[in-house]
């Protein structure tokens, strides 16, 4: 059985990449694009703005290591949001848990930063990479990402349902997720007991790690990603058990 | 004796008027009691608004019962015969064909290798590699039938007679699911119609404002109906 909804999950997964890619006329080059895009803006915005001193490529590159995973983070938690709804045509015709939705729309969305990745390695090479960069240093952090990724998934999924109004508060949390996490400022010159605030964000040890991997070669801080994985497994642990009570509550809902 | 799949006792479904918790609660099923063996074709009749689409969700196994019980046989499964899918619009027909029969209970290998015999007889296999939302209603309604009579759940679902596309494939269409109605499934349908369900039931209920009004055998139940 489970076997079987890990197939359902693949195929799903692969299949809303897939209807990702069509339908514009730039396809999966919009995957790239998209975050570059971004990445101007903000450079465009902070790189003579705050303190004025953060201009040349390597704020760049900052801004990269920053905005691209927090783009798959935010798109995990809009995407979630509406994972039982959208798929409310099966829901009604027979029984499925309902833990398979939004992992399929996890799996959609890190296959897309999978092929972002390559992109962040591939500037970090062409503007200059430490001597000493371990690649497989960022392994753990992507991987700690995925943990955070997949609890802010299940918890959206499970509540948002139940509690609609609560879909009211998603642009503001991931607006929050962006401001507070380090993305474009270094959190470290910032006063101490703010920093302390600025750590409650479970993104900002996180990308606090990739900068530290990708851009000064220096090995991951194991111990900073204690708080983002505690934080990920909780809220798993807490969606999961959200899902499966409310399993046969969700189609009335819908 | 023949095996016994589902038994509702005393079975009730409320929902909340309102998304507010002051809200009071309404009945729209209640008090429900009948037994379903295998192999039997029960119909469910009953007006709009009575209650049957509720019902359906019950047998399907979907929601639970807010009060009673409803007993299941260990490992059935229950399916609603449906067209609508949850395709995806900018897959092809294959694409959204192999992603049903897979989230239907299939592996994808299984799927893979079925594929064409389904595009064939949905009569499609011309546009099987053009995008879903090209298709007209009418072809889209062949698909989701090809693909959803191929499901083989214990008991199968029938929110009416499902005779879909043009002419020709409405007969096919109607015909394989009267092949099913009388082999060895076990079938639940619901209708409006008197007719269908006197022709195709042994046993019928006839559900009126959540209650069962009468049940028994299905000529009797629907000899009932049309007198009311």
């Not at chain 2, 639970?64 to 046989?73: A, F, L």
């Not at chain 2, 995008?131 to 039938?145: D, H």
């Amino acid at each position: 059985m489970f076997k079987h909804y890990l197939s359902i999950i693949w195929v799903r997964g692969l299949g809303a990449l897939k209807a990702d890619s069509e339908d514009t006329y730039l396809g999966t080059f919009w995957w790239v694009l998209e975050p570059l895009l971004l990445t101007a803006v903000f450079y465009l915005a902070f790189s003579t703005g705050l303190r004025g001193g953060d201009k040349g490529t390597s704020f760049v590159l900052f801004l990269m290591c920053g905005l691209f995973p927090f783009k798959w983070t935010a798109s995990t938690i809009n995407n979630s949001a509406s994972a039982i709804s959208n798929n409310k045509g099966i829901l009604s015709q027979f029984y499925l848990p309902k833990w398979i939705f939004p992992t399929a729309t996890n799996l959609t969305l890190t296959l897309r930063f999978f092929i972002v990745l390559p992109l962040l390695a591939f500037s970090v090479l062409l503007i200059g990479a430490p001597e000493d960069i371990h690649w497989l240093d960022i392994a753990p952090v992507v991987a700690t990402q995925l943990i955070l990724n997949l609890g802010l998934s299940y918890a959206t999924a499970a509540v948002i349902p139940i509690i609609p109004d609560f879909s009211n508060i998603i642009p503001i949390s991931i607006t929050c997720l962006l401001f507070t996490g380090g993305i474009f400022f270094d959190i470290q010159e910032r006063p101490e007991n703010i920093q302390q605030i600025l750590y409650l964000n479970p993104l900002t040890g996180i990308i606090e790690c990739y900068r530290t991997s990708l851009l000064l070669g220096r090995e991951t801080n194991l111990s900073a990603l204690t708080y983002p994985f505690a934080f990920g497994l909780s809220l798993a642990a807490f969606g999961l058990i959200t899902l499966k009570y409310f399993d046969r509550f969700y189609p009335r809902v819908m | 004796m023949k095996e016994l799949l589902l038994n509702f006792q005393n079975v009730g479904v409320a929902y909340r008027k309102r998304l507010s918790i002051f809200s009071s609660k309404q009945w729209v099923l209640r008090g429900l009691n009948f037994k379903l063996y295998r192999g039997e074709t029960l119909g469910v009749i009953g007006r709009n608004g009575a209650g049957k689409s509720t019902l359906l969700k019950l047998f399907a196994n979907i929601i639970e019962p807010d009060e009673g019980e409803i007993y299941r046989s260990p490992n059935t499964s229950s399916q609603l015969l449906a067209l609508n899918l949850g395709f995806n619009r900018k897959l092809t027909g294959k694409e959204n064909a192999i992603m049903a029969l897979v989230t239907n209970g299939s592996s994808i290998r299984e799927a893979k290798a079925r594929i064409q015999e389904i595009m064939q007889f949905a009569e499609l296999e011309h546009i099987a590699s053009h995008p879903l939302k090209t298709y007209s209603a009418g072809q889209r309604a062949r698909l989701g039938f090809s693909i959803a009579i191929q499901a083989k759940p214990d008991i199968l679902l029938l929110d009416e007679i499902l005779g879909v596309g043009d002419k020709n494939f409405k007969e096919k269409s109607k015909k394989l699911i009267k092949q099913k109605l009388n082999s060895e499934q076990t079938v639940i349908l619901v209708s409006h119609s008197p007719k269908t369900i006197n022709n195709l039931c042994s046993k019928a209920i006839w559900i009126e404002n959540g209650n069962i009004r009468a049940a028994g055998c299905a000529k009797e139940v629907t000899t009932e109906y049309l007198k009311d």
